[in-house]
């Protein structure tokens, strides 16, 4: 019996860094009310821990038309005979609260392993994936720096850019400048710094289409490919997902890009994102892309690697949601709370 559970907070989590933290109300609300998730690729034998079992029951029979037996209450977990355990995301909050519902610590990766997993989602590591990812039709970069007057340089250089911070969530943590860094802007690469202790500072880029590609990792250094994600974003946070198939999907992205570009990332990221994982991360996962315009000519670019998210993802979802529902899209909005980050 593998407990699923939904921790849509994981994001903030990770940046926090803590075993006691408390998600913002947001992501409270979402767990409740979307925490029926997990049932979408649970098995028969497993159970869905949520917060209330007729809201999961509703939520769920709204969403796909059929029911699911199989939700549980943090009160029940301790009584269950749970052999494996699958969360939305790892982070020293989840693992501090399922031990304090009785979990055994040998079901649950360690303080260490989830270091390592944090490591592993800074975005410096994507950043480092997407050097190795150029050549023929592909754009970005992405350069890490310490200070203010990293960011004033690369903005002097760029005119317009992009500022990341390293842990972040569905749009949060990301700062859009050009010409010159206003004090708010100061303020907020200050504070980032010094709670994270970088930022990441990007090109602006002309986008025209957001996607990205969901895979899983064995931890033994082979990835699996699952399938394409077309998504939505308003002001770089996540809207909803394109449910379609993976020739609907393909054709939607091949308008811009070659369908060869496409299989040649798919499988170069395979293996740079096995050799990266290997030992180190067991799970889902997805990379971010996108369509940019190519400025003054004809013709886009690809790229390949916007985020890594280290993670279940809503593409994840929507591949699952795809094999049993007539439905064209998929979205659950992920409120703003940049003072969180």
Partial sequence: MTLHVFNPEHDLALAANLSNFTS???????????????????????????????????????????????????????????????????????????????????????????????????????????????????????????????????????GRIVVKAPWSSSGRGVRFVEGALTPADEGWVRNIIARQGSVMVEPYYKKVEDFGMEFVSDGEGRVTYLGLSVFETSNGAYTGNVLASEEEKTIIISRYITTNLLNNIREKIKVLAGDAFKGKYQGPFGVDMMVVARDGEDGFWLHPCVEINLRRTMGHVALCLTKITDSKIFGIKFARNDENM
Avoid at 26 to 54: I, M, N, S
């Fill in 24 to 158: 913002p109300r947001a992501g409270r609300l979402l767990r409740r009310e979307h925490g029926y998730l997990p049932a979408l690729w649970a098995t028969a034998d497993d159970v869905v821990l949520v917060e209330d079992v007729a809201t999961a029951e509703k939520g769920f029979r709204q969403l796909t038309g059929r029911t699911y037996g199989r939700f549980v209450t943090k009160a029940q977990v301790a009584r269950l005979p749970i052999t494996a355990v699958d969360v939305w995301g790892w982070d020293l909050a989840i693992r501090a609260f399922l031990l304090r519902q009785g979990v055994e610590a040998r079901l649950l990766p360690t303080e260490e392993q989830i270091a390592t997993i944090r490591d592993l989602s800074h975005r410096r590591h994507a950043g480092r994936i997407l050097a190795q990812l150029q050549g023929a039709g592909i754009i970005g970069e992405a350069t890490m720096t310490d200070s203010l007057g990293g960011v004033r340089d690369i903005l002097s250089r760029m």
